[in-house]
């Protein structure tokens, strides 16, 4: 059984601009939740969708938006891009009785 | 006040030698989980274990336990016989509220785990 997909694996952007990564759960996965990862703030929950709707949102601005498609696949989009949006970030799989998140290896965004 | 604590920066173990990794939490939620992950330079979290709050043993996976004392609310990971590619960072992680369909996930600020030979 393939893992999580994220893609692309890296990413570079300037100030300003946006950018959208992309998210492929486990197959029969219909929760996807995606996590931000700095040095300085450590792993912190971005949101979590379930059956193409929003069920949790964590404490990030509105820039951070995200949607999950009929296929449970999931995007993120970051618009307004600053410097410390610099981040590894990373998606998480689970189906929807078991406790386990699965992880994806992550998109490294490095912001210029 | 932190809801995951991991105090270790840094851990030092020899090859085949086991090593405790500690993970002390804070939550007033009756129903949670707690997690282990790993994760290597690649950047992959690889989940480990979990135990339920209300898991009235310690989870056990392969060369990983994990030793639940709840009345003083630690969760501390234990490998036996650690081997080289056990060098990696590793995460201790709650999730509260595992019956109201929350599954945000609070993590610590991890541990480097370095296995010499």
């Known amino acids: 059984k393939a893992g999580v997909t994220q893609t692309p694996r890296y990413l570079i952007k300037t100030r300003g601009q946006q950018v959208t990564l992309s998210c492929s759960p486990i197959?029969?996965?219909?929760?996807v939740s995606w996590y931000q990862q700095t040095p300085g703030q450590g792993l912190q929950f971005l949101f979590e969708y379930f059956s193409e709707t929003q069920r949790n949102k964590g404490n990030f601005p509105g820039r951070f938006s995200g949607r999950q498609f009929s296929n449970s696949r999931s995007e993120m989009n970051v618009s307004t891009l600053e410097l410390g949006d610099s981040a590894l970030y990373l998606c998480?799989?689970?189906?929807?009785?078991?406790?386990?998140?699965?992880f994806g290896s992550g998109t490294q965004l490095s912001v210029l | 006040a932190q809801k995951i604590t991991q105090t270790q920066p840094g851990m030092f173990v020899q090859e085949k030698e086991a090593v405790t990794l500690d993970c002390t939490y804070d939550?007033?939620?009756?129903?949670?989980?707690l997690f282990w992950y790993k994760q290597p330079s690649s950047g992959e979290m690889i989940f480990l274990i979990y135990?339920?709050?209300?898991?009235?043993q310690n989870a056990t996976e392969g060369r990983y336990s994990l030793n639940f004392q709840k009345a003083r609310k630690s969760a501390n990971l234990v490998i036996s016989a650690s081997q080289l590619g056990d060098s990696a960072m590793y995460f201790c992680?709650?999730?509260?509220?595992?019956?109201?369909?929350?599954?945000?996930?609070?993590f610590g600020s991890g541990t480097r785990l370095q296995v010499q030979p």
């Open positions: 135990q339920g709050s209300y898991d009235q």
């Open positions: 998480a799989s689970s189906l929807r009785d078991t406790e386990k998140l699965f």
């Open positions: 992680a709650m999730r509260e509220g595992l019956d109201t369909g929350r599954r945000a996930l609070t």
């Open positions: 939550t007033s939620d009756p129903s949670y989980g």
């Open positions: 197959s029969g996965h219909r929760s």
